[in-house]
């Protein structure tokens, strides 16, 4: 593996799995692994989850990490070619990746989509201008399509909590005060199709997500007889595709409640807004799996970091 930026990274999601899973059994296994060796890890938004698992799934490996809110503890940043730089980034990406590059032996990195434009997010262009300018392993902490390292972790929860029986999964869209970005539902959806799993979706109308990702997927609007039905709910709110960044008009309570769920598990990417995407009973009954999942993110980053320190030895 080079790089690990989209789950079409995995080359054999099932092997990921079991593996990230048996180094939840013994963590320090490989402690030595990363001696000597950096991971850099670059923060365009906010995070809790990701940049501690990241970090705690290095030091498990024996690396140093590096930590940095880019334009908040760095200079802003200019992406674009050709520009003359007499406003407010101080520093271009042609400098600041080799540079970066000379610190670290791996870089991760989280970038946002801006919201405004589908074409331009799909680009991912912070991404790409890395994977461009860098000559050392990239990791995606998330990007404005794709929270890899989230979805294997979420792979990973289902493994343990149903083993080889086959759940019946609802992705379920969830209401949220802002219009979000569709990187959880797209990397979750992604990992589901790989792994053949027993999954459907549902969302109000106008919330459709890239039709090829929801290709051969039931898709439905039906959201209390979808969860009636499911033995887990992903619950994940996301902006509107065809008016991408929009927030659309929803009659209906999305929430999820105990009374929605029936005997379903219930999961979330976190961080999750208590009482709006779902209620407080939810995620104090025993039925939540956030905690665990949160959990898996350790690990899953270590296998990541594991495949690309052994593939650059
Ligand atoms: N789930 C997740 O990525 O959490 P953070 O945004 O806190 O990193």
Known sequence: MKHYLSIDDLKQPHSAIEQALQLKTNPLQNSGLGKGKTLILLFFNNSLRTRLSTAKAAQNLGLDVLSLNVGADSWQ????????MDQGKAEHIREAVPVLCQYGDLIGLRSFGELQSLEEDLREPVLEAFKALSDKPLINLESAFAHPLQALADAMTLQETFGSTKPKITLSWAPHPRPLPQA????????????GADIQVCHPPGYELNAALTEGIEVRSDQAACLAESDVVYAKSWCSTEQYGQHLPIEESWTISLEKLKEAYFMHCLPVRRNVVVQDAVLDSSKSLVIEQANNRTYSAQWVLQELLKSKE
């Open 77 to 84: 940043l200019e992406f674009t070619d050709g520009t003359i």
């Open 184 to 195: 959880v539902p797209t990397s979750f959806l992604r990992m589901m199709k790989t792994l």
